[in-house]
């Protein structure tokens, strides 16, 4: 039985109706929904303005525009998480996705249950996330050439400024925080995507990747962020410290 927070999801659309399932699904499901059809940003500018959502659903045809970088484009405006809602399992395009920014991805035909539980289940997210951010959030961790500002929830290597997305920089944040132990990929599942750990996601590899290729560590032998086998992810602190 749902709480009685009634969360307001705003559905973005490349076109009218071409997320009437998932609105329908949402609707069903106890959210209020309002929907816009997105074809530039001043339609963000003006829709940001309008009143208060906790999260976004977008097609994926608007995910992928290359008129502007529209994930990022509408969490800088709401400050909110954004899910897209796709045609297809093509893990590629998935991959693709969460690489842009996404904070989950779902299929447009999914049942009303699963699109409840997606959502809540960021929604759950920020809400943590907000909780812990004064006290676990509230200092500056530097290792050699790599500063993390948890205040300003910055990153800074070689003293440049490297662009990083909500979930990347909470990813860097827990990793760090915890050297030199190991992180399992439940924890980081659990923390960074707010749900339950599935064993044939790699929405983790997926985010490590683009971690590790932001922070200059090699691909194909990775030094500052180590998989370990059956374990985890490790922070290796000395390893930045050797670029000095």
Not at 60 to 78: E, G, P, V, W
Not at 108 to 115: D, E, G, Q, V
Not at 164 to 189: C, G, M, N, Q
Not at 219 to 238: D, M
């Amino acid at each position: 039985m749902r709480g009685l927070v009634v969360h307001t999801v705003l559905i973005a659309e490349s076109k009218i109706n071409s997320l009437a399932a998932p609105s329908a699904a949402l609707q069903g499901q106890g959210f209020d929904v309002q929907t816009m059809v997105l074809e530039n940003l001043d339609h963000v500018n003006h829709r940001s303005n309008q009143g208060i959502v906790s999260s976004i659903v977008i097609d994926q045809a608007i995910a992928t525009s290359a008129r502007f970088d529209t994930i990022n484009t509408l969490k800088s405006h709401f400050q909110v998480p954004v899910l897209v809602s796709v045609d297809d399992n093509n893990d590629d395009i998935q991959s693709l996705l969460l690489e842009l920014g996404a904070d989950d991805v779902i299929a447009t035909n999914a049942k009303p249950r699963l699109w409840r539980a997606r959502l809540d289940a960021v929604n759950r997210k920020v809400q943590y996330a907000n909780q812990d951010k004064s006290k676990s959030t509230s200092s500056e961790l530097t290792f050699g050439n790599l500063t993390i500002k948890g205040d300003e929830r910055t990153v800074l290597l070689d003293n440049k400024l490297v662009s990083l997305t909500t979930h990347e920089f909470d990813l860097i944040w827990l990793l760090a925080s915890r050297a030199p132990k190991v992180v399992s990929r439940e924890e980081i599942y659990q923390k960074i995507i707010g749900q339950h750990y599935q064993t044939n996601s790699r929405t983790i590899d997926v985010r490590i990747s683009c971690l590790r290729k932001k922070l200059g560590d090699n691909a194909n032998s990775p030094q500052k962020i180590k998989t370990v086998w059956r374990q985890g992810y490790l922070f290796v602190k000395e390893a930045w410290e050797e670029n000095l």
